[in-house]
């Protein structure tokens, strides 16, 4: 849901720098921004993934311990 948002407020923005930067006599910095907007989604989305599989690392080890654990006392 946090991704759907951040998509959606980047598609607005950008699209208004795009807007800003036709209309504007030079229209670079209204397109590096609109791009650099678009890159700042990207890294954030690589980032929470990133962290999700890091998450995913962690508990799928400690279920293995937990697990190792009980097979340990039951023996």
């Known amino acids: 849901m946090k991704t759907t948002f951040y998509f959606i407020s980047t598609c607005f923005i950008a699209t208004g ?4 930067a036709i209309n504007s006599k030079n229209a670079v910095p209204g397109i590096l921004v609109a791009f650099g907007l678009w ?4 890294w954030g989305c690589d980032r929470r993934r990133e ?3 890091k998450k995913r ?3 799928r080890l400690l279920a293995e311990y937990f697990r190792r654990l009980y097979d340990d006392r039951r023996q």
């Open 57 to 59: 690392e962690r508990e």
């Open 39 to 42: 890159a700042l989604f990207f």
């Open 17 to 20: 720098f795009y807007m800003a």
């Open 51 to 53: 962290k999700e599989a």
